[in-house]
Every structure is written in structure tokens, then in C-alpha cells.
């Protein structure tokens, strides 16, 4: 089992920044694909950002690219997401997750482990 905390939520105004942070404790954490989610209301879930175990591949959103930064430290089972030029549209709740295969994970949305959630509110 992995269990996922998320911090760093919150509000923000247009322009701004904010990094979420996800530690993970439990099964090892160097081998698990990491990734951010959001979901904003009514609105389907979406994989925003993910890095491989190795960080040797990356996956970004079109809706992100260019503005959010997703990076891990495997030495402090943490991963990041540093998000800049946030927009009203960024307003989720952002969700940190794990998975053991990179394809059907950036693809298929396969997860082995969620984390419970972060609110991040931008206001314009």
C-alpha cells in the first residue's frame, strides 16, 4: 500500500503561483509513476502533469504546458508541481496519484493509488 498526502492548496489571484507538493510513505516510492489530476466542478477528472520513476519522461496537459512544472524528489518520496500564470480555469481540486505502468497511466488514467485532494482557487 501507498498512501498519498497532498499539500500546498489554496487560493490565488490570476497571475499568480503555487506549488503542490504529494508525499507518499509505504511500498517504494522511486518505483511508482507519479502524476497530478484536477477536477473542476461538473467537470471530468484530468491528468494535468506526470513524471516517470525515473523522471526521464514527462507528460503535460496542452491546457498546462508552458506555465506548470512537474518534478520528484525519489531520495524524499515527494513529488511536485509548480504551477505559474495560473488562470480562473486552473480552479480544481488537485489530486496526486501513483501507478505502476507509464502508458496506460498518461493514457488510460490507470491508477494504483490516489491521494485525498488538494482545493487550489484561482480568482480573477
Known amino acids: 500500500q501507498v498512501q498519498l498526502v497532498e499539500s500546498g492548496g489554496g487560493l490565488v489571484q490570476a497571475g499568480g503561483s503555487l506549488r503542490l507538493s504529494c508525499a507518499a510513505s509505504?511500498?517504494?516510492?522511486?518505483?511508482?509513476?507519479m502524476g497530478w489530476f484536477r477536477q473542476a466542478p461538473g467537470k471530468e477528472r484530468e491528468l494535468a502533469a506526470a513524471?516517470?520513476?525515473?523522471?526521464?519522461?514527462?507528460y503535460r496537459a496542452l491546457s498546462v504546458k508552458g506555465r506548470f512544472t512537474i518534478s520528484r524528489d525519489n531520495a524524499k518520496n515527494t513529488v511536485y508541481m509548480q504551477m505559474n500564470s495560473l488562470k480562473p480555469d486552473d480552479t480544481a481540486v488537485y489530486y496526486c496519484a501513483a501507478a505502476s505502468g507509464w502508458t496506460t497511466f498518461v493514457t488510460q488514467y490507470k491508477v494504483d493509488y490516489w491521494g485525498q485532494g488538494t482545493q487550489v482557487t484561482v480568482s480573477s
Open positions: 509505504g511500498r517504494t516510492f522511486s518505483n511508482l509513476h
Open positions: 513524471i516517470s520513476w525515473s523522471g526521464g519522461s514527462l
